[in-house]
């Protein structure tokens, strides 16, 4: 079954601990996304890839990292996670880039405290 | 700027009774508009992609239009089922990886 993974789920964590979201998808799509998503602000683009060692901005990169190093996953990294990175978080893949039929995981809840 | 806007917020329909949702953006050089919808605790879920003013595509009770200035997602004789937040987004010529979604219309159809 085509289908993008998240993990974890629901994340509960402090003020500056280091954490990554895991993203992999099973579709050999080149082209990877992550999106947060808050009320009333909609889907914003975090980062994304065009392909393995090819990643850029969205256009809310400030205090996460990304890194491509194989095709399949595409984890995202809070170094020092702080509060307003409290959101819902999802990660998108897609064969020909940008949004074309892209499929989207089921989303991370995380909590900053 | 690039902006993508998306109305009304929030409709209420009784099923059957058909209507359209509303997607304006201002990007210059646009590559794709796409549409989404999404159902609460998931992931969005690819309805169309429309890339030309004129374009229009259909899956069951949906049709989507696109213009040089925005795009409607027309419902026709809506079912319960099709209750769901439906997303706008674009993407462009000139950063084709980056992508802009618009806020969502939430959708109720009430039997």
């Known amino acids: 079954e085509a289908q993008v993974t998240q993990n974890p789920r629901y994340l509960i964590t402090v003020t500056g601990k280091k954490l990554t979201v895991t993203c992999s998808q099973n579709?050999?799509?080149?082209?990877m996304s992550w999106y947060r998503q808050d009320p009333g602000l909609g889907l914003r683009q975090i980062y994304y890839s065009m392909n393995v060692e090819v990643t850029d901005k969205g256009d809310v990169p400030e205090g996460y990292k990304v890194s491509r190093k194989e095709k399949r996953n595409f984890p995202l990294i809070l170094e020092s996670p702080s509060p307003n990175q409290t959101s819902l978080y999802f990660c998108?893949?897609?064969?020909?880039?940008?949004?074309?039929?892209?499929?989207f995981g089921q989303g991370t809840r995380l909590t900053v405290v | 700027e690039d902006q993508v806007t998306q109305s009304p917020e929030a409709l209420r329909l009784q099923e059957g009774e058909s209507s359209s949702l509303n997607c304006s953006y201002t990007v210059s050089g646009l590559r794709g508009l796409f549409w989404y919808r999404q159902d609460p605790g998931k992931g969005p879920e690819f309805l169309f992609t429309?890339?030309?003013a004129g374009e229009e595509k259909e899956k069951e009770r949906l049709k989507a239009t696109l213009t040089k200035k925005e795009s409607f997602l027309h419902i026709t004789a809506p079912k319960p089922e099709d209750s769901a937040t439906y997303l706008c987004?674009?993407?462009?010529?000139?950063?084709?990886?980056?992508?802009?979604f618009g806020d969502g219309t939430t959708l109720t159809v009430k039997p």
């Open positions: 998108a893949s897609s064969l020909g880039g940008s949004l074309t039929e892209a499929f």
């Open positions: 987004a674009v993407g462009w010529h000139t950063n084709a990886g980056k992508s802009t």
């Open positions: 579709m050999n799509h080149e082209y």
């Open positions: 429309l890339y030309s």
